[in-house]
């Protein structure tokens, strides 16, 4: 049985304002082709297919368009994420279950999907978990538990939705490897800058122990979303030949912090139950890479930084003093900029910035000194006699006019 695993298309999404959807339409067209020349048995989306519950009509036809060519050549199964509206992806789940599968419904989670292969023949045991919200999820997962109760977090709710599962694995051949799909952020796994807070109650994680016990039933691979950088989590990579935890990872780089990351989908081959699980990770293509460019602005625009002038770019200036129409220069030489920051090279400059915080806590009664003490912390100079008196004119100006309007 061959699959493929990603998540977190987050279709519709921009990266500081400039449109991904290029971006998205080259990673699909490259997955279709890769489900054909690799014989892929089934796709599996776990979650986030979009960027927000209401989605552009632009993100809808996209992703319309993509389902139904991945369909003509595998069966697939995707998975709300928490940026999803697990109503409208789920609608019309109940018409289209031969080659696309939704599971948006919590009461749902015990029940199996059976993948087959390409000749017919059942390949593996499959188990969907949408994202599942604790206030939202768990009412869903109490009644189907008969009534018993389901605690309020992320780790209640997804063990009471295993319990499930393992209920309804006893209902399926038990020769069948058995595939969990989950949308969750996973205890050890790394996190990017992109992914949306989930906490509930100041706690967002799942123990990986919840989803592959230490002992007793396991599942054969986790199939997880929500976190973009590809991964395996607490150490279950295979490599002794048991379970296997893996993020897929975004398909596109959502923020800078990802510049290093390489994108990739994951292929995953399963044989018998507990026979072990082959991966393998396959690059997705890349639209405009991604840098982060730190300098002085005359070395930034000079030739050593030449071969990023067709990145997307995030650029810090750390001279001490701000340049002259700084923006206008970096954009007339880096078009894709995208964030332009003054960042002085000052030393210590966190140290520095605290410092004037409590000289200014003790300074409260002079606020030129106070004003004077935040414009040295960020440009790394200390202010002279005429900009203080500026700072001081300015000042009175304002106080005047709101003394005047009292």
Not at 104 to 111: L, Q
Not at 167 to 175: E, K, S
Not at 324 to 340: D, H, N, Q, S, T
Request: aromatic residues 6%.
């Amino acid at each position: 049985m061959r699959i493929l695993h990603t998540s977190d298309w987050h279709v519709g999404r921009t990266l500081h304002g400039a449109s991904l959807e290029s971006a998205h339409a080259r990673f699909f067209d490259w997955l279709v082709e890769t489900v054909k020349q690799e014989a892929v048995d089934a796709v599996i989306v776990a979650g986030d297919v979009f960027d927000r519950a209401v989605p552009p009509l632009e993100a809808v036809q996209l992703v319309d368009r993509v389902i139904t060519a991945l369909s003509a050549h595998a069966r697939v199964v995707l998975t709300p994420g928490n940026h999803d509206s697990a109503l409208r992806l789920g609608f019309g789940q109940d018409w289209h279950q031969e080659r696309v599968i939704v599971r948006s419904r919590a009461a749902e989670v015990g029940e199996p999907i059976v993948l087959r292969r390409r000749d017919g023949s059942a390949g593996a045991a499959l188990f969907a978990l949408p994202y599942l919200d604790p206030e939202l999820a768990r009412g869903q997962l109490a009644h189907a538990l008969a009534g018993r109760e389901v605690a309020r977090s992320h780790e209640g709710v997804v063990a009471a939705a295993m319990e499930m599962v393992r209920a309804g694995h006893a209902r399926v051949d038990q020769d069948l490897p058995v595939v969990l799909v989950a949308h969750a952020f996973v205890a050890g796994g790394r996190a990017s800058d992109s992914e949306r807070d989930i906490k509930v109650g100041g706690v967002d994680l799942v123990p990986s122990e919840v989803l592959v016990p230490p002992q007793g039933w396991q599942p054969d691979y986790v199939a997880l979303g929500h976190l973009h950088r590809a991964q395996f989590v607490a150490g279950l990579d295979g490599a002794q030949g048991g379970p296997v935890m893996r993020y897929s990872g975004s398909p596109v780089a959502f923020s800078f912090s990802e510049a290093e990351d390489q994108k990739s989908v994951t292929i995953v081959e399963l044989d018998k139950r507990g026979a072990g699980v082959k991966i393998r990770v396959l690059p997705t293509p890349v639209e405009r890479p991604l840098a982060v460019l730190t300098g002085q602005l005359a070395e930034l625009l000079g030739p050593a930084y030449a071969p990023f002038r067709e990145h997307y770019v995030s650029v810090e200036v750390t001279d001490r003093v701000r340049p002259a129409e700084m923006v206008a220069r970096i954009k007339a030489v880096f078009p894709w900029a995208l964030v332009c920051q003054h960042k002085p090279a000052v030393a210590s400059q966190q140290s520095e910035i605290d410092a004037a915080s409590r000289r200014s806590t003790a300074a409260r009664a002079n606020p030129v000194d106070v004003v004077g003490d935040f414009l040295t912390a960020v440009t790394g100079q200390e202010m002279n006699a005429d900009l203080l008196a500026e700072i001081a004119a300015g000042y009175e100006n304002v106080r005047a006019v709101k003394e005047g309007a009292k």
